[in-house]
């Protein structure tokens, strides 16, 4: 499991960490060989000098003191900037610039990919704050929107003062198009396997209206960052996320009839589970896919196939144009988009006449060991207690014809799986609900599951049944 810790600040007036950021930041920097700051100011060396070594001071007034410490700006060969990255205990992306100078500089400087893989603590500030977000605005240069790093979807308006008239303007404008935190100086968020939590004064703004953030606000953050959590593990998603039968694509192929003439969209393939099927009818394929990680694995692994399309983006907010769709299928993805935007957006992508496939997996391993089942639930009602409830289990599959589908139809087909010890704690891995169980609790837990499939045998059998939820658009 990756172990990123990303913390989003809006500004430090006072060259100082508050009690309570400094407190959490203790907590977390446990490594401390190398912090690296990357510059939003990339031609300003001597400023960046100073403000590196003064930003170094607030960690080592803290006690926080690194080994090594510097910044990365337009002096930085581009070799050394990817060695300093790919060594770093922490990174922390500076402001005083402009936001899209800083991502120009990541990737002039061949640290990009670096920045992207790494497991260091990522930390940002004013415009190293906005450019951690998918998307953002840096509404001091322009209202239009940029891709950012992608760390989060959370989209930030710093240095938040009501009293700083234009910039408030600025962020409600911002709100008209996407959900928007303005933070004021001394706020941060902290976001760690999908938990989020915040020192100090943050607003959520929606059209133009704003309130200070609620514990409802933050929920969904977390099950927005829930969504992403799958993609701290990509191979591991890739090995042992199961695949469906066969069976059930092949009569979805026949009965859709999908081939070299039509164009078929997937939501979230994750590294392909339910891929192959369909791309090697020929058709035009394309997929979205939210995870930086797991879009990086669909295209080392289909990227040739001349076939094959994919976006790095969110599903939610992603603007397909004028593309139209004789099929949109999911695989246990579209459950986690909330059910009107994920039928009336379906519906509109589809071309009339067009079909809408939902698929999951519905897994027992009682039925093979009524005494191993009895006691990995022992384990469950004493060890699982992941601090974020998952809450995407209610997604109702047959609500289509309420947003113009015709009716629902489902079908089933069976399957079986069959794991060693090991190989089951590495499923169990693959489970968003168990990836953010905190440690040492999680360790805990893991080794029992896998003492008890051991006594068992060394063998623990999943017989999985595959649904399939037909509906189209008249």
């Known amino acids: 499991m990756r172990k ?15 009690e309570e950021i400094a407190k959490r930041l203790k907590e ?32 080592a007034e803290q006690g926080m003191s690194f080994e090594k410490h510097c910044v990365i700006d337009k002096r930085t060969e581009p070799s050394e900037a990817k060695t300093l990255v790919e060594n770093a205990d922490c990174i922390f992306l500076m402001g005083g610039g402009v936001c899209e100078e800083q991502l ?3 990737k002039e400087k061949d640290c990009y990919e670096a920045l992207i893989e ?18 953002t605005v840096d509404f001091l240069e322009s209202m239009d929107p940029y891709p950012g790093l992608g760390f989060t979807n959370i989209t930030v308006s710093c240095h938040h003062d009501p009293e700083d008239t234009r910039r408030y303007e600025h962020t409600l404008k911002m709100s008209e198009t996407r959900t928007v ?18 020192v100090g004064n943050i607003f959520c703004v929606r059209d133009r209206q704003l309130h200070l953030i609620t514990q409802d606000d933050i929920h969904e953050l977390e099950q927005d960052e829930f969504r992403r959590v799958f993609d701290t593990i990509p191979d591991q998603f890739d090995k042992f996320r199961p695949r469906y039968s066969e069976e059930l694509f092949a009569f979805l192929n026949d009965r859709v009839g999908i081939g070299s003439e039509k164009r ?8 392909g589970q339910a891929t192959e099927p ?46 139209k769709f004789d099929m949109i299928y999911s695989a246990a993805t579209i459950q986690w988009i909330p059910e009107e935007i994920a039928f009336s957006k379906t519906f509109e992508l589809l071309k009339p006449g067009g079909t809408l496939a939902m698929m999951l997996t519905s897994s027992e391993y009682r039925s093979d060991n009524e005494p191993l089942f009895e006691k990995i639930q022992a384990l469950y009602d004493k060890y699982y207690k992941p601090e974020i409830p998952y809450t995407h289990g209610k997604f109702n599959y047959t609500a289509a014809p309420v947003y113009g589908y015709s009716d629902v139809e489902k079908y089933e087909f069976k399957g079986q799986r069959v794991f060693t010890a ?25 080794d029992k599951l896998r003492s008890a499939v051991l006594e068992a045998g060394d063998r623990i059998v999943f017989n999985d049944t595959y649904i399939l939820y037909l509906t189209k658009k008249p």
């Not at 990123?4 to 508050?18: K, M, R, T, Y």
């Not at 035009?284 to 879009?295: F, P, R, S, T, V």
């Open 4 to 18: 990123e810790f990303l913390a989003v600040f809006s500004g430090f007036p006072d060259h100082h960490f508050s």
């Open 28 to 59: 977390e920097l446990t490594e401390r060989k190398s912090i690296v700051f990357i510059t939003a100011c990339p031609f300003e060396y001597a400023q960046n000098d100073d403000d590196c070594d003064g930003m170094y001071e607030m960690f």
């Open 104 to 106: 120009d500089l990541i």
């Open 118 to 135: 790494s497991h260091a603590a990522i930390f940002g500030v004013s415009a190293g704050s906005m450019n951690m977000a998918r998307n």
């Open 181 to 198: 935190y303005a933070m004021e100086d001394l706020s941060a968020f902290f976001i760690k396997g999908g938990k989020i939590d915040i």
């Open 264 to 271: 078929v969209l997937e939501i979230g393939p994750g590294t």
């Open 278 to 323: 369909v791309l090697r009818t020929g058709c035009e394929y394309h997929a979205i896919e939210l995870g930086e990680h797991l879009y990086r694995k669909m295209k080392e692994k289909y990227g040739k196939l001349p076939n094959f399309n994919i976006l790095n983006d969110d599903f939610i907010t992603h603007d397909f144009g004028d593309m």
């Open 422 to 446: 090991d190989e089951y704690l590495e499923y169990n891995g693959t489970h968003c609900d168990h990836i953010v169980i905190p440690d040492p609790i999680r360790k805990e837990f893991f």
